[in-house]
């Protein structure tokens, strides 16, 4: 599923709720990478007064927008062409210490962003950019497991810092490398952290791997929300 453009993240998150309403799920674990996990952040405050996320999973995410100093600029993005739009992600993943899986990875974003619409590439990084956070308190009773990489990516130590001090309750899952998607190059790491966060669902309505023919239960889904990675941090003159 493509989520359609999108210039708010609060129309965002309320189309996000029509299509789980349309395929009635009342709560889902959502696995979010980059921009994906700050929107999946999102919808869990959104949703908090009726509780639609059962857990998160962030992967190389944020909390808050306004570290990337793209305040300004996010207001002609819908303006520019896509090659500038696209130098802005793909400049920011090129690294000259990388191994195969990685520099795959790469090349597989590179042709997915290919295929995107200027309209589609211009609201993502709207997205990103303009100036928003998560209020985290709203999240207090969700159960959340943070992946993250110790080698180089596109997310700063700032980012990543804000997002461990803003969920201390929050599990860590750190991989010694990966890039910028190892949901990609690592998958199979990726893959058994994920196991290990949805193994503390059995045996309840959301388990994501139990189901029982006598009993009608309300089973969670489980949806990726994969997004492009953040644009290089501007300097602030």
Known sequence: ?????????NDWCEGFKKLLDHLDITRVHLFGASLGG???QKFAEYTYQYSRVASLILCNSFRDTSIFN????AAVFWMMPSLVLKKFIIGNLESNRMDLPI???IDFMSERLDSLEQSELASRLTLTCVNNYVDTFKLRNVKITMVDVFDESALTNQ?????????????LAHLKSGGNFP??????????HLMIHLRQFNGTKYSASEHKADEIIDVAAGII?????????ARVV
């Open 103 to 105: 520099a795959r990875s």
């Open 1 to 9: 599923v493509e989520a359609p453009v999108y210039w708010c993240v």
């Open 70 to 73: 793209y305040n300004q600029s």
């Open 183 to 192: 949901y990609l190059s690592r998958s199979d790491e990726v893959n058994m």
């Open 159 to 171: 980012a990543r810092d804000d997002l461990y001090k803003s969920y201390p309750h929050a599990k």
């Open 38 to 40: 700050f929107l999946a």
């Open 225 to 233: 929300i994969q997004a492009i990675p953040p644009p290089a941090p």
